[in-house]
């Protein structure tokens, strides 16, 4: 059967947060627009999910992206103007730490390690917020030092600034496992500043209570499904896009373009000017004038480019790669630690568990609930990641689900061997996304690749959170370079 012919002013490939962000605001400006989105769903790495509990009820539970943070104000905004509540996570009681031996600690405020420890801790902290503030989140690749901070990887460089191991790992957790979810040996300083820089400061990585600390009721693809519903039929789901012609290969069109670029290198204009686009799948073609590739960096190369990008993009996105976790999901009858005088915040730095959180659901979503109101069942959030993850997944699911169980154990004690419903996120089985939470360089590419990765080729632009300043690697940053995307194309168009 003959594909289905669209005809609009963008066509924006993927409809997570920041494709949809970017068709919103598009739309708002009186383009046209078809999303075209590979999966049959929108929110792409935010996803409401229900798990079979064994007391007969299906449970809600955030399969990916969920908290937002108070820096993070152009997803606040949105998620108010789309009119959606948000709540706290509960944080009430002591926190339990298990040190490297093992022995558990219930604490309040500091964590409970040695003086000498705190003191190390704190010493790396103030390097790190340092750096943060000095190289920042929009352009650290222009940083003098960039290449320099880039060459060492984040393991190295700790270790040569502390010999103490807890501190070391207790710092690292934050952007290594806890956040670009690789281990410290594999990304660099430069990397790691980034991501400091990009939430504000180092400090606020390590604070969990700002990191983590308001959620959506209903869960975060609320987000994405309302923006869905405002754009209706624009938004195709199940097709993705396999081919993406960008220009007319004739000289003709090729020369009018350059003419319109500012910038012109390897023949191929840099401003995302407007061309001839195709997007071509399975049963569709759109023809557009701008393309918004919303798609994470690692996933680039699923799409053949006619004519292929110019070389350096194509070498550059061999440089971008997912990190690993797996989020767990444990539903208990009561949340039973508060009972207790505990928080659900825990922490273990390396240990299989390394983080867990009260997770309780508040309000209506997919399992039903009332607005406002928090579900009798409590919930627990916890993360394995990277090695951890790899190890974990080669087991049996009984095994695995024993091992996490258990490891959960050490912290809530064996009350939390006892669920009633049980899941783990496996964003790294899915197509369409093939890790989690996000996209990053390996060892110097972000010195070297990363000026190229908001830049527009022809009349294709970039837009994904894990190519953002503010945000970065977060739904925040989706938000904010679907708009910088669409605001760009607004821009050529009130030029052109
Ligand atoms: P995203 O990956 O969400 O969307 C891209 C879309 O493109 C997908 O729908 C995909 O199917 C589609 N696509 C891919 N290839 C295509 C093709 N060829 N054709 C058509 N469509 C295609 N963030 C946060 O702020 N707070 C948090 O607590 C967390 N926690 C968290 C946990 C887990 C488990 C994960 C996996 C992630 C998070 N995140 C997070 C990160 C957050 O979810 C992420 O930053 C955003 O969803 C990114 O939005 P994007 O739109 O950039 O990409």
């Known amino acids: 059967t003959p594909r289905t012919a669209r005809d609009c002013d963008v066509v924006v490939i993927g409809a997570g947060p920041a494709g949809l962000m970017a068709a919103r605001t598009l739309t708002r400006h009186g383009l046209s627009v078809t999303v075209l989105e590979a999966r049959d769903r929108v929110g792409g790495r935010t996803w409401n999910g229900l798990v079979q509990g064994a007391d ?5 539970i955030e399969i990916g992206g969920q908290w937002i943070s108070p820096d993070q104000t152009r997803l606040t905004a949105l998620v108010e103007e789309l009119g959606l509540p948000t709540f706290q996570r509960y944080r009430e009681g002591a926190s339990v730490y298990l040190s490297p031996d093992g022995t558990r600690h219930v604490y309040d405020g500091e964590m409970p390690v040695s003086e000498t420890t705190q ?13 943060a503030a000095e190289v920042g989140a929009t352009a650290p690749w222009d940083h003098p030092r960039a290449a320099e901070l880039d060459a060492v990887p984040f393991r190295t460089w700790l270790t040569s600034l502390s010999e103490d191991q807890e501190a070391i790992d207790n710092v690292s957790i934050y952007v290594a496992s806890g956040m670009l979810t690789k281990p ?7 990397q790691a500043v980034l991501m400091a820089a990009s939430a504000g400061s180092f400090s606020n990585l390590v604070d969990e209570d700002f990191i983590l600390d308001a959620r959506v009721e209903g869960g975060m693809q609320s987000v ?6 405002e754009l209706g039929e624009d938004v195709v789901l199940g097709q993705p896009v396999r081919t993406l012609h960008w220009a007319e290969p004739d000289a003709a069109t090729a020369d009018a373009l350059n003419e319109v670029a500012a910038d012109v290198r390897d023949g191929v204009p840099q401003d995302g000017g407007p061309g001839d686009v195709l997007a071509v799948t399975e049963d569709y073609e759109v023809r557009a004038r701008y393309a918004v590739l919303a798609v994470p960096p690692n996933l680039y190369s699923r799409i053949s480019y006619v004519p292929p990008l ?18 767990v999901h444990a539903v208990y009858e009561t949340p039973f630690w508060r009972e207790e005088g505990l928080s659900g915040t825990c922490f273990g730095g390396g240990r299989l568990v390394q983080e867990l959180y009260d997770n309780t659901n508040r309000g209506a979503n997919d399992a039903g609930g009332e607005p406002g109101v928090e579900d009798t069942c409590g919930t627990m959030v916890g993360f394995v990641s990277d090695v951890h993850a790899e190890r974990i997944w080669e087991l049996p699911a009984e095994r695995r ?3 996490i169980l258990e490891a959960m154990a050490e912290y809530l004690g064996p009350r939390a061997k006892e669920p009633v419903a049980f899941f783990l996120s496996d964003m790294a089985a899915e197509e369409w996304t093939r890790g989690a939470y996000a996209t990053s360089y390996d060892l110097g590419g972000l010195s070297r690749w990363g000026h190229l990765q908001n830049r527009p080729v022809g009349p294709i632009h970039f837009a994904c959170s894990d190519i953002a300043a503010e945000g970065y690697q977060h739904v925040d940053g989706a938000v904010r370079m679907g708009e910088a995307a669409a ?3 607004v821009d050529q168009e009130r030029r052109g």
Request: aromatic share 4%; glycine share 4%; proline share 2%.
């Open 56 to 60: 007969g009820r299906e449970h809600f």
């Open 119 to 131: 003191a190390e801790m704190d010493r790396l902290i103030a390097e790190l917020d340092a750096l």
């Open 184 to 190: 410290s040996t594999t990304f660099s300083l430069l």
């Open 224 to 229: 994405s499904r309302a923006m869905a519903a």
């Open 310 to 327: 110019p070389r350096r993009q194509m070498v550059a996105h061999q440089h971008l790669s997912m990190g690993l976790v797996i989020k």
């Open 401 to 403: 689900r024993e091992e």
């Open 487 to 489: 605001l760009a194309i």
